[in-house]
């Protein structure tokens, strides 16, 4: 009974770590955050650091693996609120915006060469991700051909492209060029024009998650 409490405290531990690591590069950005910041934050040594994670790269693999898991867990509840398939993006769309506004630490992670050309492994993850986020949206752009509420000639996997594409864009615009402007009022602006582009038939109603 012991060592499996010390087996949870173990992976509570992790949790806190990874948790903080996602705190501090929201603030700073991931070059600047230091192990030994991660140790001050969560009120541990820095050599306790290293026992739970043997590298600092093991730690970004553990924020990537986090930040996947929380991000599915929204996008996969609020598609499941959707009332048709578009109805399910138009919520996925705003509940990853959402996400996004949340845990500013996103676009730091995802836009940093750091981790995505001298970590192979943390690319190849990030690279799974975006694979499995395109490939939901391109099932649910089916089944809203199939119920005649796109354009019958609607390349799926393109629109997916597309989809993220715009979320990415918007993320980096509001992060990096107009830091002042909300995430979700510029997604409101801009989610009109891709229903468009793909014949929706419904207007968005800007459901937000």
Do not use: C
């Amino acid at each position: 009974m012991s060592e499996h409490r010390q087996r949870l405290s173990a992976e509570a531990r992790q949790e806190e770590i990874i948790r903080a690591a996602v705190d501090l590069v929201g603030e700073h950005g991931v070059d600047s955050v230091t192990t030994q910041a991660m140790a001050d934050a969560v009120g541990i040594t820095q050599g306790a650091i290293f026992r739970h994670f043997p590298t600092k790269d093991m730690i970004w693999l553990g924020v990537v693996h986090w930040v996947r898991g929380r991000l599915m867990s929204v996008l996969d509840m609020a598609a499941s609120q959707g009332s048709d398939p578009l109805d399910s993006l138009e919520r996925m769309f705003f509940a990853h915006l959402g996400f996004i506004d949340r845990v500013p630490a996103i676009p730091k992670l995802v836009f940093t060469d750091q981790l995505l050309k001298k970590n192979h492994r943390i690319g190849e993850l990030i690279r799974s991700i975006l694979a499995d986020y395109e490939a939901k949206v391109a099932g649910l752009l089916s089944q809203a051909k199939a119920q005649n509420l796109v354009r019958p000639d609607l390349d799926e996997h393109a629109a997916a492209v597309m989809f993220t594409g715009i979320i990415q864009g918007l993320v980096m615009r509001v992060s990096i060029i107009e830091a002042r402007k909300s995430l979700l009022a510029e997604g409101k602006l801009v989610f009109p024009i891709f229903l468009h582009g793909i014949g929706g038939v419904r207007a968005s109603s800007g459901t937000s998650a």
